[in-house]
């Protein structure tokens, strides 16, 4: 589907949306009428199934009161343990490995307290300069609470041209003074997929732990945790997953690791047959639901039943496969139609390194992003020229995704993005 022999028709797309076996899944979200919605790498839309777990807890805190932590199908106590075993298929992993709890960073927090253990020379960070700025910020308070200067015991792996990373690079600031390495599966900007196996590897070879923060992965790429030999890694669920504005977060730790005492101690993270003992010194779970801190959310989780119980059914393969193909669509039409206004592809194009959304530059983003709102178009705008855009697998069609291009077409022929300030809301 190269640049020079797609079918621009929109009969095309409507073939590929016929051929779709995914397509019966769009209607077990809310999609308005007459919105295309292109923000799934930001906040995921609600799904029918997510809105019933939600009823369904609601209605036994009203039924049930107090009794709903040990009662009903869903008993709120063990209820993060049940959203980490239904997380297990996205992320290729044991039952007692992952507990869903928290937020992303409040685990980054927790998995830092945890591992990052300074020991002699050993005393380093390993980050890079594209990941989330909330990482970066965690990493360096803890280097400070440690005693360390981030200027000096973070490392931040540099960007070639401002987009991607090169993996060498990543490889070369491995030394033996780094003790712990953070990077994101999928960067956020650019949609770039790193090979988390190849740096795992090279990372345990110079004696450093390493984790990944998979927000922009979880729910839009398989992953294999266990297999690669990961030591730890955090996500949250209201992006690819669906999961809702403030639904928690996820933790893996690898079983290797496993019991695990935290670093940051909380009464959820204790034994569950002993957790109501209010012993004054703490039991650990033996799970990775040691590092709990706090009590769940319940209803914020609650949606959570709803929507793994979807990617469980349909399978993460399915849904990477659907939305490598949406996305190669979107590039073709893009390559074909858009770049003499000036548009670059900023994301990587082959398949094995490009995560769930498009990255375009242009000079004018901020302007064309508020332009395509007016046009019930929901983009997201990445300060200073970036246009992100997630065809999400589940609810979105290639008919979307050609309206999309044909609108920006029409955007620039009449530049009516002219129209708008070119710079941000409060909230891109």
């Not at 033996?176 to 390495?181: F, N, R, Y």
Request: hydrophobic content about 35%.
């Amino acid at each position: 589907m190269g640049k020079t022999n797609v079918d621009t028709s929109i009969e095309f797309a409507r073939q590929l949306d016929k051929e779709d076996e995914l397509s019966v899944y769009q209607h077990e979200f809310y999609r308005q009428s007459d919105t295309i919605y292109m923000d799934g790498n930001s906040l995921g839309l609600l799904s029918r199934r997510a809105e019933n777990s939600l009823f369904y807890m609601l209605d036994s805190w009203k039924t049930q009161g107090i009794d709903g932590w040990t009662n009903g199908k869903h008993p709120w106590f063990y209820l993060s343990e049940k959203l980490g075993e239904q997380s297990t298929y996205l992320v290729g992993a044991k039952k007692e490995e992952v507990i869903i709890t928290g937020s992303t960073t409040i685990n980054l927090h927790q998995l830092l307290a945890t591992f990052y253990k300074p020991n002699g020379k050993r005393t380093k960070i390993l980050a890079d300069e594209l990941n989330f700025p909330s990482d970066i910020y965690a990493i360096k308070s803890h280097l400070k609470l440690r005693g360390f200067n981030p200027e000096e015991h973070l490392i931040l792996v540099k960007s070639r041209d401002g987009h991607t990373l090169v993996e060498e690079d990543i490889i070369d600031s491995m030394t033996d003074e780094v003790a712990l390495a953070v990077f994101p599966s999928v960067i956020y900007r650019s949609g770039q997929l790193l090979d988390m196996k190849r740096i795992t590897e090279k990372a345990h070879q110079f004696g450093i732990l390493v984790g990944f923060d998979l927000c922009h992965s979880i729910g839009a790429i398989p992953h294999s945790l266990d297999k690669w030999d990961v030591d730890f890694a955090f996500w949250c669920t209201y992006k690819y997953v669906n999961g809702g504005p403030g639904s928690p977060a996820g933790i893996y730790v690898n079983e290797k690791h496993l019991p695990k005492a935290p670093g940051l101690g909380g009464w959820f993270g204790s034994d569950k047959t002993k957790q109501f003992d209010m012993d004054l010194t703490m039991n650990p779970s033996e799970t990775a639901g040691a590092l709990q801190i706090g009590t769940p959310h319940v209803l914020s989780a609650a949606p959570l039943l709803g929507s793994l119980e979807m990617f469980q059914e349909i399978g993460i393969g399915k849904i990477r496969s659907k939305s490598l193909k949406l996305t190669e669509y979107m590039m073709a039409l893009i390559d074909k139609t858009l770049i003499e206004y000036g548009f670059t592809i900023a994301n990587p194009k082959e398949d094995y390194r490009r995560g769930g959304h498009i990255y375009l530059e242009h000079p004018e983003a901020a302007r064309i992003c508020k332009t395509l709102k007016q046009e019930n178009i929901i983009p997201d705008f990445r300060p200073p020229s970036g246009i992100r855009l997630a065809p999400a697998a589940l609810y979105n069609t290639f008919e979307d995704v050609w309206h999309v291009v044909q609108v920006l077409n029409k955007i620039m022929k009449e530049e009516s993005y002219k129209k708008f300030e070119n710079k941000r809301e409060v909230v891109s």
